[in-house]
Protein backbone atom coordinates (compact mmCIF):
# COMPACT_ATOMS: atom_id res chain seq x y z
CA UNK A 1 0.00 0.00 0.00
CA UNK A 2 1.26 3.58 -0.66
CA UNK A 3 0.62 6.98 1.53
CA UNK A 4 -1.96 9.23 0.43
CA UNK A 5 0.16 12.26 1.30
CA UNK A 6 3.66 11.62 0.47
CA UNK A 7 3.35 7.98 -1.78
CA UNK A 8 5.65 6.49 0.28
CA UNK A 9 5.62 2.28 -0.21
CA UNK A 10 4.21 0.93 2.80
CA UNK A 11 5.22 -2.75 3.35
CA UNK A 12 3.76 -3.53 6.76
CA UNK A 13 -0.45 -3.28 6.47
CA UNK A 14 -0.92 -3.32 10.18
CA UNK A 15 0.93 0.27 10.58
CA UNK A 16 -1.61 2.97 11.30
CA UNK A 17 0.79 5.85 10.46
CA UNK A 18 3.31 6.40 7.28
CA UNK A 19 6.91 5.69 8.60
CA UNK A 20 8.14 8.99 6.20
CA UNK A 21 5.54 12.10 6.68
CA UNK A 22 3.84 10.36 10.02
CA UNK A 23 0.02 11.02 8.25
CA UNK A 24 -2.55 8.58 10.19
CA UNK A 25 -3.38 5.54 7.78
CA UNK A 26 -7.08 5.99 8.92
CA UNK A 27 -8.66 3.46 7.25
CA UNK A 28 -9.16 0.00 5.25
CA UNK A 29 -9.49 1.61 1.69
CA UNK A 30 -6.69 3.78 2.60
CA UNK A 31 -4.30 0.71 3.42
CA UNK A 32 -5.51 -1.27 0.43
CA UNK A 33 -4.91 1.82 -2.24
CA UNK A 34 -3.05 2.28 -5.02
CA UNK A 35 -1.31 4.42 -7.57
CA UNK A 36 -2.93 4.69 -10.30
CA UNK A 37 -0.68 6.33 -13.16
CA UNK A 38 -1.99 8.66 -16.05
CA UNK A 39 -2.26 6.67 -19.08
CA UNK A 40 -0.17 7.19 -21.65
CA UNK A 41 -0.80 10.05 -24.27
CA UNK A 42 -1.72 7.86 -27.48
CA UNK A 43 0.10 8.62 -30.51
CA UNK A 44 -0.80 10.44 -33.18
CA UNK A 45 -1.90 8.68 -36.10
CA UNK A 46 0.16 11.03 -38.68
CA UNK A 47 3.66 9.60 -40.42
CA UNK A 48 6.18 11.66 -40.83
CA UNK A 49 8.60 12.47 -44.04
CA UNK A 50 11.61 14.12 -41.89
CA UNK A 51 14.47 15.40 -44.21
CA UNK A 52 17.61 16.55 -42.21
CA UNK A 53 20.92 18.19 -43.10
CA UNK A 54 23.85 18.89 -41.41
CA UNK A 55 26.04 21.63 -42.15
CA UNK A 56 29.18 19.32 -41.87
CA UNK A 57 31.22 22.71 -42.13
CA UNK A 58 34.32 23.56 -40.03
CA UNK A 59 33.07 25.38 -36.78
CA UNK A 60 33.92 25.26 -33.22
CA UNK A 61 33.68 21.74 -31.27
CA UNK A 62 31.32 23.25 -28.95
CA UNK A 63 28.42 23.38 -31.64
CA UNK A 64 30.13 19.84 -33.39
CA UNK A 65 29.53 18.21 -30.19
CA UNK A 66 25.27 19.52 -29.72
CA UNK A 67 24.65 18.32 -32.74
CA UNK A 68 23.92 14.71 -31.70
CA UNK A 69 22.47 15.44 -28.37
CA UNK A 70 19.63 17.87 -30.22
CA UNK A 71 19.10 15.40 -33.00
CA UNK A 72 19.05 12.24 -30.25
CA UNK A 73 16.34 14.38 -28.44
CA UNK A 74 14.44 15.16 -31.41
CA UNK A 75 13.72 12.17 -32.95
CA UNK A 76 12.78 10.50 -29.65
CA UNK A 77 10.45 13.01 -29.17
CA UNK A 78 8.85 12.64 -32.49
CA UNK A 79 8.77 8.92 -31.84
CA UNK A 80 6.75 9.23 -28.91
CA UNK A 81 4.43 11.40 -30.36
CA UNK A 82 3.87 10.01 -33.63
CA UNK A 83 2.92 6.79 -35.72
CA UNK A 84 6.04 6.91 -37.60
CA UNK A 85 9.22 8.46 -38.36
CA UNK A 86 10.55 8.08 -42.11
CA UNK A 87 14.13 9.90 -42.48
CA UNK A 88 16.35 10.73 -44.83
CA UNK A 89 19.62 12.65 -43.90
CA UNK A 90 22.15 14.97 -45.43
CA UNK A 91 25.20 16.87 -45.09
CA UNK A 92 26.37 19.87 -46.78
CA UNK A 93 28.94 22.32 -46.31
CA UNK A 94 30.03 25.26 -49.72
CA UNK A 95 29.84 24.02 -52.83
CA UNK A 96 31.88 26.86 -53.86
CA UNK A 97 34.51 24.71 -52.70
CA UNK A 98 33.82 21.92 -54.43
CA UNK A 99 31.96 20.84 -51.10
CA UNK A 100 29.09 19.08 -52.46
CA UNK A 101 26.01 17.76 -50.42
CA UNK A 102 26.01 14.38 -49.32
CA UNK A 103 23.27 11.93 -48.72
CA UNK A 104 23.70 9.54 -45.68
CA UNK A 105 19.90 8.13 -45.28
CA UNK A 106 17.33 7.49 -47.42
CA UNK A 107 14.02 6.24 -45.88
CA UNK A 108 15.31 4.98 -42.93
CA UNK A 109 14.82 5.55 -38.99
CA UNK A 110 15.64 7.53 -36.35
CA UNK A 111 17.88 5.08 -35.01
CA UNK A 112 19.92 4.60 -38.17
CA UNK A 113 19.94 8.07 -38.48
CA UNK A 114 21.88 8.62 -35.03
CA UNK A 115 24.61 5.97 -36.14
CA UNK A 116 25.35 7.82 -38.85
CA UNK A 117 25.07 11.38 -37.21
CA UNK A 118 27.56 10.06 -34.73
CA UNK A 119 30.52 9.62 -37.93
CA UNK A 120 29.96 12.95 -39.32
CA UNK A 121 33.21 15.22 -39.49
CA UNK A 122 33.23 18.60 -39.43
CA UNK A 123 35.74 19.99 -41.54
CA UNK A 124 36.04 22.89 -44.60
CA UNK A 125 33.60 25.46 -45.47
CA UNK A 126 36.16 28.09 -47.22
CA UNK A 127 34.66 31.48 -46.03
CA UNK A 128 32.48 32.22 -43.21
CA UNK A 129 29.23 31.98 -45.50
CA UNK A 130 27.65 28.64 -46.50
CA UNK A 131 25.69 27.47 -49.22
CA UNK A 132 22.50 26.60 -46.73
CA UNK A 133 19.78 28.24 -49.05
CA UNK A 134 20.98 26.03 -51.75
CA UNK A 135 20.93 22.84 -49.80
CA UNK A 136 17.24 23.84 -48.98
CA UNK A 137 16.16 24.52 -52.22
CA UNK A 138 17.97 21.25 -53.71
CA UNK A 139 16.40 19.26 -51.04
CA UNK A 140 12.60 20.90 -51.50
CA UNK A 141 12.76 19.72 -55.32
CA UNK A 142 14.68 16.17 -55.03
CA UNK A 143 12.77 15.08 -51.94
CA UNK A 144 9.19 12.84 -52.85
CA UNK A 145 7.41 14.82 -50.52
CA UNK A 146 3.99 12.83 -49.44
CA UNK A 147 1.20 14.70 -50.80
CA UNK A 148 -1.38 13.15 -48.11
CA UNK A 149 -1.50 15.96 -45.47
CA UNK A 150 -4.11 14.32 -43.52
CA UNK A 151 -2.08 11.12 -43.05
CA UNK A 152 1.92 12.67 -43.56
CA UNK A 153 3.94 15.63 -42.52
CA UNK A 154 6.48 16.60 -44.54
CA UNK A 155 9.40 18.32 -42.50
CA UNK A 156 12.80 19.79 -42.97
CA UNK A 157 14.78 19.97 -40.39
CA UNK A 158 18.11 22.13 -40.84
CA UNK A 159 21.43 22.70 -38.79
CA UNK A 160 23.62 25.06 -39.49
CA UNK A 161 26.62 27.48 -38.66
CA UNK A 162 26.65 31.29 -40.06
CA UNK A 163 24.61 33.01 -42.67
CA UNK A 164 23.94 31.55 -46.33
CA UNK A 165 25.03 33.15 -49.34
CA UNK A 166 22.84 33.47 -52.09
CA UNK A 167 21.09 31.47 -54.31
CA UNK A 168 22.66 30.17 -57.56
CA UNK A 169 19.44 29.71 -58.93
CA UNK A 170 19.13 33.67 -58.33
CA UNK A 171 15.60 33.03 -56.54
CA UNK A 172 15.42 35.27 -53.53
CA UNK A 173 15.28 34.50 -49.86
CA UNK A 174 11.51 35.24 -49.66
CA UNK A 175 10.93 33.16 -52.95
CA UNK A 176 12.30 29.97 -51.50
CA UNK A 177 10.33 30.46 -48.17
CA UNK A 178 7.08 30.99 -50.12
CA UNK A 179 8.16 27.38 -51.88
CA UNK A 180 8.21 25.85 -49.01
CA UNK A 181 4.83 27.54 -47.87
CA UNK A 182 3.10 26.43 -50.98
CA UNK A 183 4.26 23.24 -51.27
CA UNK A 184 3.55 22.45 -47.56
CA UNK A 185 6.83 21.58 -46.26
CA UNK A 186 7.26 22.43 -42.70
CA UNK A 187 10.31 24.28 -42.52
CA UNK A 188 12.69 24.29 -38.86
CA UNK A 189 15.78 26.00 -38.95
CA UNK A 190 18.57 25.28 -35.54
CA UNK A 191 20.90 28.51 -36.50
CA UNK A 192 22.21 31.69 -35.86
CA UNK A 193 20.27 34.72 -36.47
CA UNK A 194 21.39 36.05 -39.85
CA UNK A 195 18.90 38.52 -42.55
CA UNK A 196 19.04 35.82 -44.97
CA UNK A 197 18.15 32.42 -42.92
CA UNK A 198 15.15 34.84 -40.94
CA UNK A 199 13.85 35.64 -44.44
CA UNK A 200 13.65 32.06 -45.49
CA UNK A 201 11.88 30.87 -42.22
CA UNK A 202 9.45 34.23 -41.95
CA UNK A 203 8.10 33.11 -45.58
CA UNK A 204 7.94 29.35 -44.94
CA UNK A 205 6.06 30.18 -42.04
CA UNK A 206 8.62 27.95 -40.11
CA UNK A 207 10.15 28.27 -36.80
CA UNK A 208 14.07 29.21 -36.33
CA UNK A 209 15.59 28.41 -33.08
CA UNK A 210 18.55 30.56 -32.40
CA UNK A 211 21.75 28.75 -31.08
CA UNK A 212 25.32 30.55 -30.90
CA UNK A 213 28.40 29.37 -33.07
CA UNK A 214 30.15 28.17 -29.57
CA UNK A 215 27.12 26.84 -26.93
CA UNK A 216 27.61 26.08 -23.60
CA UNK A 217 25.66 22.74 -22.35
CA UNK A 218 22.96 25.08 -20.59
CA UNK A 219 22.37 26.36 -24.14
CA UNK A 220 22.10 23.10 -25.58
CA UNK A 221 19.88 22.02 -23.58
CA UNK A 222 17.45 24.88 -23.90
CA UNK A 223 17.93 24.33 -27.77
CA UNK A 224 16.50 20.58 -27.59
CA UNK A 225 13.19 21.94 -25.40
CA UNK A 226 12.67 24.89 -27.47
CA UNK A 227 12.98 22.60 -30.53
CA UNK A 228 10.80 19.54 -29.68
CA UNK A 229 8.13 20.93 -28.13
CA UNK A 230 7.90 23.17 -31.33
CA UNK A 231 8.20 20.43 -33.51
CA UNK A 232 5.75 17.95 -31.49
CA UNK A 233 2.88 20.61 -31.39
CA UNK A 234 3.62 21.89 -35.05
CA UNK A 235 3.57 18.12 -36.61
CA UNK A 236 0.73 16.75 -34.69
CA UNK A 237 -1.47 19.52 -35.06
CA UNK A 238 -0.83 20.25 -38.57
CA UNK A 239 -0.63 23.79 -38.07
CA UNK A 240 2.26 25.97 -38.76
CA UNK A 241 3.82 27.67 -35.39
CA UNK A 242 2.98 31.65 -36.18
CA UNK A 243 6.17 33.53 -35.80
CA UNK A 244 5.09 36.89 -33.80
CA UNK A 245 8.11 39.00 -32.45
CA UNK A 246 7.44 37.26 -29.03
CA UNK A 247 7.45 33.33 -30.49
CA UNK A 248 10.91 35.01 -31.84
CA UNK A 249 12.67 35.92 -28.91
CA UNK A 250 11.92 33.01 -26.81
CA UNK A 251 13.41 30.77 -29.14
CA UNK A 252 16.91 32.71 -29.28
CA UNK A 253 19.89 31.71 -26.56
CA UNK A 254 22.38 33.71 -26.75
CA UNK A 255 25.75 32.35 -25.85
CA UNK A 256 26.40 32.59 -22.28
CA UNK A 257 22.94 32.22 -21.20
CA UNK A 258 21.96 30.60 -17.69
CA UNK A 259 19.66 27.96 -17.14
Not at 50 to 58: A, E, F, N
Not at 121 to 133: L, V
Not at 177 to 205: H, S, W, Y
Amino acid sequence: MYCSICQTSIADNTKNKCPNCGSVISSHAAKNATIVRPARKPKSPVEINLQVSIDRSGSSSAFAKGIPEICSHTFTALKNAVAKVCLGLWTHSDTDYGEDPVQLLEDGDPDSAMNEIRKITYQGGGDEEETHADQLENLLHVTPWSCSQMRCRNVLLMLANADTKPLKSRMSMEELGKEFKQKGVMLFLVCQETPNLRKIVDNAGGFLVEISNDPNADEIKRVVSTLTATMTATITSGKTVPLSSANNKKAKYQKGDAA
